[in-house]
């Protein structure tokens, strides 16, 4: 069956970073193009960024743009999001997404002093 689950999402102070991972089984990896999205209580999800199948083209929302980095490892099954320079608006549920519409649990991030 077909899973996507997020891990590495915590309490962060502003400022700090932290390093996301989606491990994916049930499907052919690497035939897909990933994304992350993020949701906040009472609105609705919004992309945050996107990545190609083979991991050579990126695409991120304006307001993530310079602070987080979107990555895959094929061999590993993994998509990864590094997030630097963490605001608290950041702060969200943040969701691994397969272009075939798979959706992870989500993982935590809360960013706040």
């Known amino acids: 069956q077909v899973q996507l689950v997020e891990s590495g999402g915590g309490l962060v102070q502003p400022g700090g970073s932290l390093r996301l991972s989606c491990a994916a089984s049930?499907?052919?990896?690497?035939?897909?193009?990933m994304s992350w999205y993020r949701q906040t209580p009472g609105k609705e999800r919004e992309l945050v960024a996107f990545i190609t199948r083979g991991g050579r083209s990126t695409n991120y929302a304006d307001s993530v743009k310079g602070r987080f980095t979107i990555s895959r490892d094929n061999a590993k099954n993994t998509v990864y999001l590094q997030m630097n320079s963490l605001k608290p608006e950041d702060t969200a549920v943040y969701y691994c997404?397969?272009?075939?519409?798979?959706w992870g649990q989500g993982t935590q991030v809360t960013v706040s002093s």
């Open positions: 049930g499907f052919t990896f690497k035939n897909y193009a």
């Open positions: 997404h397969a272009e075939f519409g798979g």
